[in-house]
């Protein structure tokens, strides 16, 4: 398989070298070989704020929900190495079509913010291509793909639901992102035969890395893009 044909995102960033969701972290993906950039994204004080909990405490400096915070508030804590947390904006002028942007929508207000966001992108001559939205919670991606029927969506699921990937097909999904442990043949085969993509979180060991290209899938979530793309490059060595 060539890196060219699979997506290796960088997980929030690349989470396992810098602070997770910041620019250093999204910097340090693209300069390591990424060519997708998964970031998190919640609403507070009108602002679309890149972190990954709903509270302050694990990543930053700060105490407290996200959503209650003020913007000036917000940027003034420390999200590791002396990071401010960044606006979506922002992950997306760094990125700068350079690898395609995940926005998983974490706050009940997201979907629209967000799809508004990336509009503007798009009037000022990206694609709606370079970007894919995704989220557990289905309304969301409904709500964004009714807002803007061009914009590509991700089904997010951590157990292989009944019917495996009708659900993300009735949901008009271009992706399912699904955890490692629902990966399976049978529903990788399931979702080609819908025309979905299907990519695997959070996969950084070795053997998980090498298990996910085996299964077929199109692309993986990694703390670590570096590992990712050495496997890969070492499987076309040995083709050669």
């Keep these: 398989m060539k890196a060219g044909n699979f997506f290796c995102f960088g997980h929030r960033g690349a989470r396992g070298h810098e602070p997770e969701n910041t620019l250093r972290a999204v910097r340090k993906a693209l300069a390591l070989g990424a060519n997708g950039i998964e970031v998190d994204v919640h609403l507070a004080d009108g602002h679309l704020m890149v972190i990954h909990d709903d509270t302050l405490e694990r990543t930053t400096n700060g105490k407290g929900a996200v959503a209650e915070k003020s913007f000036s508030c917000l940027r003034s804590l420390d999200a590791g190495l002396g990071e401010p947390i960044p606006t979506l904006a922002e992950i997306f002028d760094a990125v700068n079509r350079r690898a395609l942007i995940n926005v998983e929508l974490k706050g009940p207000a997201t979907a629209e913010p967000v799809t508004l966001l990336i509009e503007e992108y798009v009037r000022c001559g990206w694609r709606y291509e370079d970007f894919l939205v995704s989220s557990f919670d289905f309304a969301q991606i ?99």
């Design 142 to 240: 409904r709500a964004a793909a009714t807002l803007q029927p061009a914009l590509r969506t991700g089904a997010l699921i951590e157990e292989v639901p009944r019917g495996l990937a009708a659900p993300a097909e009735r949901l008009g999904a271009w992706s399912l992102h699904c955890s490692k442990k629902c990966v399976t043949d049978e529903l990788v085969a399931d979702a080609h035969r819908r025309g979905l993509k299907l990519f695997a979180y959070t996969i950084n060991a070795p053997d998980d890395i090498a298990a996910m290209v085996a299964l077929g899938v199109d692309g993986v979530f990694t703390d670590y893009p570096d590992r990712v793309l050495a496997f890969l490059q070492g499987q076309n060595s040995i083709r050669r």
